[in-house]
């Protein structure tokens, strides 16, 4: 008889990760991008006829978000420069999907990830996390992801050969994912007619880097982005950038308009997507999906995309699903 080696959950040694591995990435790597990018038929009533709203379906990615391709630049360009490498572990601050892009990854290549990520990110996150094995650092839920950013930063300067801090607000790399990718998709799929694009605010690596491929391809797209319209807010993910720290990857030259969405507005059309177009996403694809739906009201023609970051069913646990 056959013996079978028994199942462990041990994971097995792996060599460190150097830049030639990134020539053939992980199958599951291969899989961020090239996200569908699908019209809302349903939700669109009163727009004028000549207007179309698409939004583009980031739950699609496999790590279930849009930040699995700043994850991925930001892990790659690491390990290019030689700052990840040896037994040193993935660090960073964040409101969830990071880290779950960051957990994804490392797992993939077989590199430990530790995260600060405020105490108040949902229930689900927190268990995603844990079954990626991640090593989660639970920050101030008030001081919201700064507190998660000053945490990682003081970690980073206490133990520099312990962890590579890829510091998501200020990575040139995270600008980078979408200017390469997200901008370039929306593009090609829209056949280059894209006359306006709408982004909420996080580290702002998907306004700041689709803005400035659009802009660069086509001088006449306009670029909004909308922010919660509070500084006490449920639009996870989010930033509410008067009362916050201004994230140093941020272009403001880019921007001709800001909307402000509510949290109601938000969670109505959660349960709107769901019901009338199927679509089951997340608090802030709700968001950007009432703030297009407004900027498009005020055109008589035009292509509006916006993007739906992740899947509800990152969401179950909000009270919102109660009734
Ligand atoms: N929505 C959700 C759910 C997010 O997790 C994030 C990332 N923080 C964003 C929107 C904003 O994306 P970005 O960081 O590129 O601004």
Sequence with gaps: MTAYPLLTTEAAPRESVTADDLFTPPPVVTQIGNTPLLELKQVRSGLHPAVRVFAKAEWSNPGGSVKDRAGWYMIRQAIIDGRLSGDRRILDATSGNTGIALAMIGAALGIGV?????ANASAERKRI?????????????????????ATARQLSLKYPDRYCYLNQYANPANVRAHMLTTGPEIWRQTDGKVTHFVAGLGTT???TGVGRYLKARAPQVRVFSFQPDGPLHGLEGLKHLPTVHVPEIYDAALLDGNLEVSTEDAYLMMKRLVREEGLFVGVSAAAATVAALRLAATLESGLVVTIHCDTGARYLSLPVWDS
Excluded: K, M, R, W
């Design 114 to 118: 530790t995260l600060c990520i405020p």
């Design 129 to 149: 996390l844990a079954a990626y094995h991640a090593e989660v650092i639970l920050t101030d839920a008030l001081g919201s992801t700064d507190s998660a950013q």
């Design 205 to 207: 690596g998907t306004f």
